[in-house]
């Protein structure tokens, strides 16, 4: 099974839907991060967590909102999405010893 | 002006040549280095890390970084196909760990044809 596992996979919605993109990992680390990849953007922070109760925005948070449930699951919300917000989304685990491991990604298409 | 910037590409060079990707950054609180390599339809995973000035050789890889003129540099000889991938540099700040938050350049898209 993958370390790093992300729902759903791909997702289409409507402008004003609120979405959510979950992500389990089972690798036992404290930090998860959530990035947005754009073409000839590269990845971007949006979200990152060092432990359950820290979390911090990144570079572009706004319009989203992150809930950390456990050490090992971390959702973030879209809460009225708009169609510059279709996007590759990418969760991410580290520890403070190694490298940030990637889940597959979420494709989200908002029309 | 973006802190890191990454050579857009797209590059498609013949198996078996030299390929140069090249990153530069202006922010000088970076001192780690990275190199992550994405296929199509995956998430990115480390090839590469480095934190000092010179050389670092795995394989076919070589990571060089310049802290002076802030320019990183990855090279693969001996292309094959199965490099083709997009290729992403990294680059994280002294302050926390080494492996913090991490700034990424645009990606550049490699093809390497038989």
């Known amino acids: 099974d993958a370390d790093v596992t992300q729902t759903p996979r791909n997702r289409i919605t409507k402008t004003g839907k609120r979405i959510m993109l979950e992500c389990s990992q089972t690798?036992?680390?404290?930090?998860m991060y959530w990035y947005r990849q754009d073409p000839g953007l590269g990845l971007r922070l949006i979200y990152y967590s060092f432990d359950v109760k820290d979390i911090n925005k990144g570079e572009i948070s706004d319009g989203y909102s992150v809930s950390r449930q456990a050490q090992a699951k971390f959702s973030l919300s879209l809460e009225s999405a708009i169609p510059n917000q279709t996007a590759l989304y990418f969760c991410a685990t580290s520890d403070p010893l190694s490298e940030q491991f990637f889940g597959p990604g979420t494709r989200l298409t908002v029309l | 002006q973006k802190e890191v910037e990454q050579d857009p590409g797209p590059l498609s060079v013949p198996e078996g040549a030299i390929v140069s990707l090249n990153c530069t950054y202006s922010n000088s609180a970076f001192q780690y280095f990275m190199w992550y390599r994405q296929y199509s339809r995956k998430g990115p995973e480390l090839l590469m890390y480095t934190y000092s000035s010179g050389n670092k050789e795995d394989g076919r890889f070589t990571a060089q970084v310049d802290k002076s003129s802030k320019y990183i540099s990855l090279f693969i000889r001996d292309s094959q196909p199965s490099d083709s991938a997009t290729y992403l540099c990294?680059?994280?700040?002294?302050?926390?760990?080494?492996?913090?938050?991490?700034?990424f350049g645009q990606g550049t898209i490699l093809t390497v044809h038989p």
């Open positions: 690798k036992g680390h404290d930090r």
């Open positions: 990294a680059m994280s700040n002294a302050g926390g760990t080494s492996y913090g938050k991490l700034t």
